[in-house]
């Protein structure tokens, strides 16, 4: 039987982003686990803010037809955001809105099973974000998401020169929810007894 298949990406494409460290640590722990990890970066996705005459006119982006296809064959999603004035970065609330709006074999949003994770350079560890997200995905797009979540507050001096963090439980964390993310991704996709 096939593995899972995880994706895993950041909200933000900034040069040393910290949800992109927190993303890249995901995937190489994904990579020990029984899974199939993908990374990908939304720097990949160009996409125009989201217009609805754009879309009347030009019809939905192929970037955002690509980000809908790798959304609908994973099992498993695993989405970092940053905190941008409590709530979304606009690059991961556009990539949402636009994959929305994306039609294509597979349901994006209800088909995987998502969850959430958060960085900061402050003390919230992006908590405020990982709220909207969360009702962004099981509100808005009907996705079930894990309760567990993974927050990195201090983020600047959180990961170690090996792309680790530093903090070994909150490690251990990370690793239990990415577990836990592939036993329920496995089990909706019925890939497991
Ligand atoms: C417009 C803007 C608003 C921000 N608002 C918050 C905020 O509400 N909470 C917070 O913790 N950090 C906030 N920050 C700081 C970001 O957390 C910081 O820039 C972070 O490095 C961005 O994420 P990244 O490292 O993944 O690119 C804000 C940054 C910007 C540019």
């Given at each position: 039987m096939r593995r899972p298949r995880i994706l895993t990406f950041a909200g933000s494409i900034r040069t040393g982003a910290y949800s992109a460290a927190l993303a890249a640590l995901a995937a190489k722990e994904l990579a020990r686990l029984d899974c199939e990890p993908v990374l990908i970066s939304l720097a990949d996705y160009p996409l125009p803010i989201y217009d609805a005459d754009f879309e009347a006119s030009d019809g939905v982006p192929s970037p955002a037809m690509r980000l809908r296809d790798q959304l609908a064959l994973a099992d498993g999603v695993f989405i970092v955001t940053p905190e941008y004035n409590a709530g979304l970065p606009p690059l991961l609330k556009n990539a949402l809105d636009w994959a929305s709006r994306a039609k294509g074999?597979?349901?994006?949003?209800?088909k995987p099973v998502y969850a959430i994770g958060s960085t900061s350079?402050?003390?919230?560890?992006g908590y405020r974000a990982s709220m909207m997200l969360r009702q962004v995905l099981a509100l808005g797009l009907g996705a079930l998401v894990l309760a567990e979540q993974a927050m990195v507050a201090g983020a600047g001096s959180a990961f170690a020169e090996n792309g680790d963090l530093k903090d070994e439980r909150a490690q251990e964390r990370l690793r239990a929810l990415l577990s836990a993310l592939i036993e329920q991704a496995a089990l909706r996709s019925g890939l497991r007894a």
């Open positions: 074999e597979g349901d994006a949003f209800k350079p402050g003390g919230l560890g």
